[in-house]
């Protein structure tokens, strides 16, 4: 086994020089076991192609269907001739297993290629600087912008955050505090609440502002809607965050006399810090996209508004579906070039809360 | 200090020692409590003002609101009558949260055994990652992209579904329109609820006790049949509620389903033909132009589906709770 041979004798090295021995993995297939299972992929690629250029199967679908049911027939009989039915059941679904996986990596793929084709070549300076209150519908896109979504996005979110964040706090310390006698209902409730639909919560909102409150279209109204939908992501990872932190941090405080009000205050929740913003940060960008609530409360806007509390709005998403609404070339293209901004946002609402996720540990 | 008072200088007089909790941390539980309380709080108001709002309704259609497959507002001009039935929308959301399930849950559930027992070391982070990307693409993007890059391939897929096997009634196809329909709605949801029946699925795995899988290694298991009598039997609890998780984000799903799916009041068995419902999508389109009764009824359908998501939600966390989260 060349495994072995390759593992030099440890006491002949220079004793200076920290030697890790490597791991050996006698287990592990040669050059040559793996010899047959090569040329079968390589056989069935070669033998897939030739299946489709003869028969009446076509295009890229008919050499994928072909492909895999050629692969999962190559391999079994490999397997079965080599070894017994076991093995050509573990060979079979170790390729479906694989190929499972691959079809799921397959439409992120072309979502992100496709954002950066469509959305890309409508990217202007000009956009991030201007609203669409003068621009026709039809105008190109070198004429008008989505600021004021973008404005309008930064609104809602930045208002739902500052609701969620003390309730879902004050939720998770309930939950690992507390943990009062409810804490087994409100933890199933919290569970409940993430999966409300979205737009059972634009249309509660709707109810409550404008029906039984009177009020009319503003981002405020849409932010309290994002809110719903925000708290119980906030409140779950804040939750698993807390649960992390040694209870010895806590006994130690309450034995220094500290009260309960104040281990939470100066020890628990500082040496949580940022994995309560990641919480925070995850609930920003699972909102931060959200469509339907907004088209029941912010009622949309053309021009700028910047005050959140009276009048109309508009929101990237929002942006993206009056222009996909539509129906016309200019619309679509605007619609994807809105997609492209709203997903970079995302993404970095994203990234920053993995690398601080990251750097807890 | 000490100086000038001699007798404090022997220092701070002793801690009153109780268990009774201070003044002030029992303002700390107060407000804590009620602010975990909130959540119960929105919820049962969410019921409430559906509810309230979508009584008229409710009283006036009766069950038939469930089971009739008419809306039609009242028209003064037109002199109709209003009528409103949900039965085809709650009809075409099961159907496309099921076909989204019949193509996602596999897709999921290989990925997460994928990720638990085949992936080589170095691909379990970068596709650990793809699909957590995938759980935050906002639903509008899907929408877009089922819609402009999904729709005219699947539309090939359909015809040759219905080329093939268009002798089974489901499969059938009176007119020639593949556009839009059930099958193109349900595959871009089985795109949406792939991650988070892959999430759960993977917690599922990691639950697995190791002596049994290295008790079945060692009686010379190959992976496969390891995984076959020792990672299913255990989570195959786990794998249905999240599967159930995702069917419930699959009913409430609004405006990916909408950009993909031809609304048609009526219910049609087969499912490439461009006709399908959605209780979210008939809300988007028609809260628009919709009248003050007609908002009502909204808010009714609202209600409708506040409740039958919600029944699935507790049951998919109650399933999930007794497999994983207690052991």
Known sequence: ?361 | MSTVNPVKSEGPTPREITTEPRFSDRIFRGIVSSGGMISLLVLGLISLFLFYNGLNVFRSEGLSFVTSFEWIAESIENGTEASYGIGAMLYGTLVIGFIGLFFGFPLAVGAALFLSYYAPEWLKKPMVLVVDVMAAIPSIVFGLWGFYVLMPHAEEWAKLINKYFGFIPIFSMPGDFYSRSPFIAGLVLAVMIIPIITSISREVFAQTPLDRIQAAYALGATRWSMIRSVVIPYGKGGVIGGAMLGLGRAIGETVAVYTVLNLVYDIRPEVLLSAGGSVASLIVNKFGEATEPELKALMAAGFVLFMVTLAVNFVANAIINKTVRQG
């Not at chain 1, 079965?80 to 992120?108: G, M």
């Not at chain 1, 719903?228 to 906030?234: A, F, N, Q, R, Y």
């Open chain 1, 1 to 361: 086994m060349s495994t072995v041979t390759e593992n030099k004798p440890q006491g002949s090295n220079d004793p200076n020089q920290m030697m890790v021995p490597r791991p050996l993995k006698p287990w592990k297939a040669t050059p040559k076991q793996l010899l047959p299972d090569v040329f079968g992929a390589i056989g069935t690629v070669i033998a897939s192609l030739i299946l489709v250029l003869v028969s009446p199967l076509a295009g890229i679908l008919g050499f994928i269907l072909t492909f895999i049911v050629l692969s999962l027939f190559i391999a079994a009989s490999i397997s079965w001739i080599r070894k017994d039915r076991k093995a050509a059941a573990n060979s079979v679904s170790t390729i479906i297993i694989y190929f499972l996986a691959a079809f799921v990596l397959l439409p992120v793929a072309s979502i992100v290629f496709e954002i950066i084709r469509k959305g890309a070549p409508g990217l202007s300076i000009g956009m991030f600087f201007d609203d669409m209150s003068v621009t026709a519908s039809d105008a190109p896109l070198s004429e008008g912008g989505l600021l004021h979504a973008l404005v309008g996005s930064l609104y809602v979110v930045a208002l739902a955050t500052i609701v969620s964040i003390p309730i879902g706090l004050l939720t998770a310390l309930y939950l690992t505090e507390v943990k009062g006698k409810a804490s087994g209902t409100v933890r199933f409730f919290v569970q409940a609440m993430s999966g409300v639909p979205s737009i059972v919560a634009g249309l509660f909102i709707y109810a409550v502002w404008m029906i039984s409150l009177g009020g009319s279209y503003n981002t405020a109204a849409g932010s309290l809607a994002l809110a719903i939908l925000m708290i119980p992501t906030v409140a779950r990872t804040a939750e698993e965050v807390l649960k992390l932190i040694p209870t010895d941090l806590r006994e130690a405080g309450l034995a220094l006399g500290a009260t309960q009000w104040k281990t939470v205050a100066l020890v628990v929740i500082p040496a949580a810090r940022s994995g309560l913003i990641t919480a925070v940060i995850l609930g920003t960008a699972r909102v931060a996209g959200e469509t339907a609530p907004l088209l029941l409360t912010v009622g949309g806007n053309d021009a700028m508004n910047w005050n959140p509390f009276s009048g109309n709005n508009s929101a990237l998403p929002f942006y993206v579906w009056k222009n996909f609404g539509l129906g016309t070339e200019t619309g679509a293209e605007r619609a994807w070039t809105g997609i492209f901004v709203l997903m970079v946002v995302v993404m970095i609402f994203f990234t920053i809360a993995r690398v601080l996720g990251n750097k807890k540990g």
